[in-house]
């Protein structure tokens, strides 16, 4: 069963993207692309709690990402991905929320400034200022890994290049997700995988390469196309990468270049898989990134202990003013009433399971009384009817494979639990029932 689920949604996942590859290969310019990742961004929902914090950093914003069992030692900088000219910052604090989780970490992550306003190299020079920022804020270059999927790949590659030649002390690590390491666009893979990419055509590269990259002489410029660049003395690079991507060649072939680099590519994965956390190749390529980091970190358990126990300080706004040190769950809107804390949606679905299980029991109950006319009102329909009695059945088998589905959530006691409720007292008192165990659980 939970074989069937993947494959199911797997299927409607690539169906999905390969829908959104389409509309962006029919009108690949910038603004639509902004839109579509706004709209993607608005829809992300995140399994970790975690709490963001802004900072300033020179002209410009930037997070701390931080998650209730991480720690303050291991830091990563994460650079965000998009094009160079797209952010999506719920997206993107979710799957660093899901690193810092494994690795036991907290992370910077900036809002370098984006292209067209502001192309190359305004957003590497945006990153490096991040990274000198952690230097001078004390925080040792051996306990920080800078990360970055796609575009924020090539900036955190690029990094490397720039602070080893401006001689700042060097990273522990580096992880890069489908990163873009050649900026003239010549591995094989972009016409190879075309067609098998379900999230890009060649076209949308054509089309958003000149936006940040104006020049197009640049585009074998180390600082702009790392795969060109010396890489010998680099620190350890963990590069993870999708078999079917158009950008596949372009950590191939920086991983055949680097020494230090440990390339993996992932059998039809889509770009950024990682990201995508309802996906088993995600869940366990964020476990390798953690136990990658903390690997390359090495820090004692009471350290972490230590740090998780300190509280949070203020922070100041641009103008000295302090502001306060958390934003509250990243993943929550703090504007509406719904949902609630968990613990009362828990409440409101085992109340709705009561009611639906009273009326079960009390509809019988009456017409054994002689009262049919309530019993009537109360079904709304006579069970006579084929209509109502066809969706009663439906009903039963949706909620019954609905629980069969969450079965690797609830366990199997409580989803045979779930199923009996529904057979006996109805589906309506079997949803409300599996709603609550699963929020309870959750």
Same mark, same amino acid.
């Given at each position: 069963?939970?074989?069937?689920?993947?494959?199911?949604?797997? =299927?409607?996942?690539?169906?999905?993207?390969?829908?959104?590859? %389409?509309?962006?290969? #029919?009108?690949?310019?910038?603004?639509?692309? =902004?839109?579509?990742?706004?709209?993607?961004?608005?829809?992300?929902?995140?399994?970790?709690?975690?709490?963001?914090?802004?900072?300033?950093?020179?002209?410009?914003?930037?997070?701390?990402?931080?998650?209730?069992?991480?720690?303050?030692?291991?830091?990563?900088?994460?650079?965000?991905?998009?094009?160079?000219?797209?952010?999506?910052?719920?997206?993107?604090?979710?799957?660093?929320?899901?690193?810092?989780?494994?690795?036991?970490?907290?992370?910077?992550?900036? #809002?370098?400034?984006?292209?067209?306003?502001?192309?190359?190299?305004?957003?590497? %020079?945006?990153?490096?200022?991040?990274?000198?920022?952690?230097?001078?804020?004390?925080?040792?270059?051996?306990?920080?890994?800078?990360?970055?999927?796609?575009?924020?790949?090539?900036?955190?590659?690029?990094?490397?290049? =720039?602070?080893?030649?401006?001689?700042?002390?060097?990273?522990?690590?580096?992880?890069?997700?489908?990163?873009?390491?050649?900026?003239?666009?010549?591995?094989?893979?972009?016409?190879?995988?075309?067609?098998?990419?379900?999230?890009?055509?060649?076209?949308?590269?054509?089309?958003?390469?000149?936006?940040?990259?104006?020049?197009?002489?640049?585009?074998?410029?180390?600082? /702009? #196309?790392? /795969?060109?660049?010396?890489?010998?003395?680099?620190?350890?690079?963990?590069?993870?990468?999708?078999?079917?991507?158009?950008?596949?060649?372009?950590?191939?072939?920086?991983?055949?270049?680097?020494?230090?680099?440990?390339?993996?590519?992932?059998?039809?994965?889509?770009?950024?898989?990682?990201?995508?956390?309802?996906?088993?190749?995600?869940?366990?390529?964020? =476990?390798?990134?953690?136990?990658?980091?903390?690997?390359?970190?090495?820090?004692?358990?009471?350290?972490?202990?230590?740090?998780?126990?300190?509280?949070?300080?203020?922070?100041?706004?641009?103008?000295?003013?302090?502001?306060?040190?958390?934003?509250?769950?990243?993943?929550?809107?703090?504007? #509406?009433?719904?949902?609630?804390?968990?613990?009362?949606?828990?409440?409101?679905?085992?109340?709705?399971?009561?009611?639906?299980?009273?009326?079960?029991?009390?509809?019988?109950?009456?017409?054994?009384?002689?009262?049919?006319?309530?019993?009537?009102?109360?079904?709304?329909?006579?069970?006579?009817?084929?209509?109502?009695?066809?969706?009663?059945?439906?009903?039963?088998?949706?909620?019954?494979?609905?629980?069969?589905?969450?079965?690797?959530? /609830?366990?199997?006691?409580?989803?045979?639990?779930?199923?009996?409720?529904?057979?006996?007292?109805?589906?309506?008192?079997?949803?409300?029932?599996?709603?609550? /165990?699963?929020?309870?659980?959750?």
């Amino acid at each position: 069963m939970k074989l069937l689920k993947t494959r199911v949604g797997r =299927r409607v996942f690539l169906s999905s993207l390969q829908f959104m590859r %389409d509309r962006l290969a #029919s009108k690949p310019d910038y603004q639509h692309l =902004r839109a579509l990742a706004a709209r993607l961004d608005q829809f992300t929902a995140a399994p970790v709690d975690y709490q963001t914090q802004p900072v300033v950093i020179g002209e410009q914003q930037a997070t701390w990402i931080r998650v209730s069992d991480g720690g303050e030692a291991r830091v990563v900088l994460y650079l965000h991905g998009g094009a160079f000219i797209t952010e999506t910052p719920q997206l993107h604090s979710a799957l660093v929320a899901r690193i810092c989780k494994e690795a036991r970490a907290r992370a910077l992550m900036p #809002s370098y400034r984006l292209a067209p306003e502001h192309p190359f190299p305004a957003a590497i %020079d945006d990153c490096v200022a991040a990274y000198r920022f952690l230097l001078d804020s004390g925080v040792d270059a051996a306990s920080i890994v800078v990360a970055g999927d796609s575009a924020g790949g090539n900036l955190a590659l690029v990094l490397l290049l =720039r602070a080893r030649d401006e001689n700042l002390p060097l990273p522990a690590a580096v992880v890069t997700l489908s990163p873009l390491t050649d900026g003239s666009f010549g591995g094989d893979s972009i016409q190879r995988n075309n067609g098998h990419d379900p999230m890009f055509v060649p076209g949308i590269f054509e089309a958003c390469g000149p936006l940040y990259m104006p020049d197009q002489e640049l585009a074998r410029n180390p600082y /702009l #196309s790392p /795969l060109f660049g010396d890489l010998t003395s680099l620190p350890p690079v963990l590069m993870m990468v999708g078999s079917s991507e158009l950008l596949l060649d372009d950590s191939v072939r920086f991983a055949g270049k680097c020494p230090s680099a440990t390339l993996e590519v992932w059998h039809d994965m889509p770009h950024i898989f990682p990201a995508f956390d309802f996906l088993p190749e995600a869940v366990e390529a964020t =476990r390798r990134i953690g136990r990658f980091i903390r690997q390359h970190i090495a820090v004692d358990l009471l350290e972490i202990e230590s740090a998780q126990a300190s509280k949070p300080t203020a922070v100041q706004d641009r103008e000295g003013r302090g502001v306060a040190a958390w934003q509250g769950a990243g993943h929550r809107r703090t504007d #509406s009433f719904w949902p609630p804390a968990p613990a009362l949606q828990t409440l409101a679905y085992w109340l709705l399971a009561a009611i639906a299980a009273i009326a079960a029991i009390a509809l019988p109950l009456f017409s054994a009384l002689g009262h049919n006319s309530v019993a009537g009102l109360l079904a709304g329909l006579s069970p006579t009817l084929p209509a109502a009695s066809l969706a009663v059945w439906l009903g039963s088998a949706t909620v019954l494979l609905f629980a069969a589905f969450s079965a690797d959530r /609830l366990g199997w006691p409580r989803t045979l639990l779930v199923m009996g409720v529904s057979l006996t007292l109805g589906e309506a008192c079997g949803l409300a029932l599996l709603l609550a /165990l699963r929020t309870r659980r959750e």
